[in-house]
């Protein structure tokens, strides 16, 4: 059974530039001619980048907005965590704004109070239900509104970014409660930039771009192609700023990713060792040089950034010829996602750039260690109190 059909969907907005009465009109289409099932059941993930179209989908499956043109057909209840909390009254309680938008979203009075209790302990926030939500830091506000929205019962879920929401314990919970929802067969779509969830929350992916459906299937394939759109955006978001002059003493050739077996590889997963190595053309000695690697977020953002300065490595002369400087990791804390690459040379620390390489290489980085968090870093712990430590071994057998 199909609970979710989009046949031939388009939407378009007609954008008015100059005075409001004089002004020219622009068509923007959101999305053009989207077509797809979602069988009962069954999860499926949208992903792409900002403006692809995939809120849009959303919004038109939640009659927040109508189609152009196209059918939109629905089976069952629809409940949707699109910008959870936004129905809260600030002079309210947070228990108040539970029974105010559980209203707002469809639940009877009945059903609120049977599941109160549920919803504050999920939210997090029982200190402080009894007090007015406008003295709520944000989180705790949002989370009260996805603790509401999290526990309707509905056939159909629309769930847009809300494991964005708090700190790793909730994120967690979030987590926890959509599987429980899968596995009541309740039929979702999920809108994440979190590609990890997509591929264990999903069954299904669809990868938006420009307001069409670029793939649609296994949510291994769909993000793997994700990556390499993102990758190409990288590299060209990045590469305006590799303008430095290439006729220098010394030129960055190219940067390699080698693995623990030696051999040049594109993709790592978080934990793993890596090697990056840096292949310079040097024709003139260079003094104190500093050579650095850049990784850069889909957004063309620095993430991280290895250095040869005396901090981490002591000075060093490029003498002419073709160097290689290797950079290793013992762990690359990076989550999953894909990096592009970018590599420099500097005279000396905090000189201007006399290289700065920017080439068509991204880093894949895949699942590896399970970590909470934006990075992984590796680390020991140990008893600072040596009586603890005798008191929490175990007994010998």
Not at 118 to 137: A, H, L, N, T
Not at 174 to 197: K, P, Q, V, W, Y
Request: glycine share 10%.
């Amino acid at each position: 059974m199909i609970d979710v059909r989009f046949d031939a969907v388009s939407k378009r907005y007609r954008l008015r530039h100059g005075p409001r009465a004089a002004g020219r009109e622009q068509e923007f289409w959101a999305i053009h001619d989207v077509s797809f099932d979602v069988a009962q059941g069954e999860t499926l993930g949208i992903i792409g980048h900002n403006g692809a179209g995939k809120s849009t989908i959303l919004k038109l499956l939640s009659r927040i907005t109508a189609p152009t043109t196209g059918t939109i057909t629905l089976n069952g209840r629809l409940a949707a965590l699109i910008e959870v909390g936004s129905g809260f009254h600030p002079e309210l309680t947070g228990r108040e704004n539970i029974f105010l938008s559980g209203s707002i979203l469809g639940m009877k009075r009945r059903e609120i109070a049977r599941k109160l209790d549920r919803i504050i302990e999920f939210s997090g926030v029982e200190r402080f239900i009894d007090m007015p939500v406008k003295w709520y830091s944000s989180g705790m506000y949002v989370r009260l509104g996805f603790g509401v929205a999290a526990h309707l019962e509905a056939d159909i879920l629309l769930v847009d970014e809300v494991l964005a929401v708090g700190d790793a314990a909730f994120q967690a919970r979030c987590c926890d409660r959509i599987a429980e929802l899968r596995r009541a067969g309740t039929t979702m779509l999920f809108i994440s930039h979190d590609l990890t969830s997509i591929a264990r929350l999903c069954d299904r992916a669809m990868l938006m771009d420009h307001g069409r459906i670029a793939l649609a299937g296994a949510p291994a394939d769909v993000i793997r192609q994700y990556q390499h759109l993102v990758g190409a955006a990288c590299a060209s978001e990045v590469a305006g700023a590799a303008a430095a002059a290439r006729a220098g003493a010394a030129r960055v050739a190219d940067v390699t990713f080698i693995g623990v077996d030696g051999e040049a590889i594109a993709a790592t997963y978080t934990g793993d060792p890596l090697c990056a190595a840096v292949d310079i053309d040097v024709t003139a000695p260079v003094h104190d040089a500093v050579v650095e690697v850049f990784y850069y977020t889909r957004d063309g953002r620095t993430l991280h950034c290895q250095q040869s300065t005396a901090l981490s490595g002591g000075a060093i002369t490029l003498v002419p010829g073709r160097r290689r400087i290797e950079f290793t990791c013992d762990a690359m804390g990076l989550q999953p996602g894909v990096y592009a690459i970018g590599a420099s040379i500097r005279e000396r620390a905090g000189a201007g750039a006399i290289d700065w390489w920017y080439g068509s290489r991204v880093l894949t980085v895949e699942p590896g260690k399970s970590v909470r968090g934006y990075f992984y870093a590796p680390h020991e712990w140990r008893w600072a109190d040596a009586r603890a430590a005798i008191a929490h071994h175990p007994a010998d057998v």
